[in-house]
């Protein structure tokens, strides 16, 4: 099976709805998406370049800004901040003539964002790492469920160590953009949802692009679980994997 399919264009509509619906709650969002724009602006106009790792990596991630205790909705929780990365291996699909701008990439290998929750001292630093979790697209070859989450697994020992692959935690997020909303949406309970309920731009433009990624994945999923006559539909979800166009067709 091939990799999912994304096209360019809405890729790119995400990145700035994006960018402008969580400015208040990023410290450095203009920059970083502005890096991210650029990759895949390469990807999409350079017909000679294949492939590409599109990533905001670890070593320079999107931060949240400082949440005091907002993801009790007592606000009585300690002060908190988040980040996030990503790498996706994708390749360009080209299009007729060669030359053109393309418009859709595909998935090649690694598809993982990474979102991390720090304590934030009384100076405002850094303190410890709180929680981190991994949001995967999986391949051919990967256990557990296509699109699912993964708790810690970096370190070698301390609870979930690197050598535990498990659990596979089921996911209907498919993009960074989307791990970010919910990074946000844990950290600002009450703020990130005042902030979603008015109607701006960025929030239109957002909305309809995961209504339909949304609608398309919980339609795949619904279908492979109908009409089941031995297996569990558990089962039969885990193992499914969703055609190529899911997300272009």
């Not at 450095?28 to 294949?50: C, I």
């Not at 800004?65 to 606000?75: T, V």
């Not at 791990?179 to 909305?207: G, I, P, Y």
Request: aromatic residues 8%; hydrophobic residues 40%.
């Amino acid at each position: 099976m091939a990799g999912i399919k994304f096209g360019i264009a809405e890729m790119l509509r995400e990145l700035e709805s994006a960018r402008n619906l969580t400015r208040a709650f990023t410290e450095n969002g203009d920059y970083v998406f502005s890096r991210v724009r650029t990759q895949l602006e390469s990807l999409r106009d350079e017909p000679n370049r294949a492939s590409l790792a599109w990533e905001i990596p670890k070593s320079a991630p999107l931060r949240s800004i400082k949440s005091s205790g907002e993801y009790e909705s007592s606000g009585k929780g300690v002060s908190v901040s988040g980040e996030l990365s990503f790498v996706w291996e994708i390749r360009r699909l080209s299009p007729i003539r060669r030359r053109d701008p393309a418009k859709e990439f595909q998935l090649i290998g690694n598809a993982s964002t990474v979102a991390r929750v720090f304590e934030t001292e009384a100076d405002g630093s850094k303190g410890e790492e709180l929680a981190m979790w991994r949001i995967e697209i999986g391949d051919d070859d990967s256990p557990g469920c296509h699109f699912h989450v993964q708790i810690r697994g970096e370190e070698d020992d301390g609870p979930f160590p690197k050598r535990l692959s498990v659990p596979r935690l089921p996911t209907c997020l498919a993009s960074p953009m989307a791990a970010l909303e919910f990074l946000l949406a844990e950290l600002f309970q009450e703020a990130w949802r005042r902030h979603v309920s008015a109607e701006t731009d960025a929030l239109k433009s957002w909305r309809a692009i995961q209504r339909e990624r949304l609608r398309k994945l919980f339609e795949w999923q619904s279908h492979t679980v109908a009409g089941l006559n031995q297996a569990s539909p558990w089962s039969t979800l885990k193992l499914a994997k969703p055609p190529a166009d899911i997300f272009v067709a």
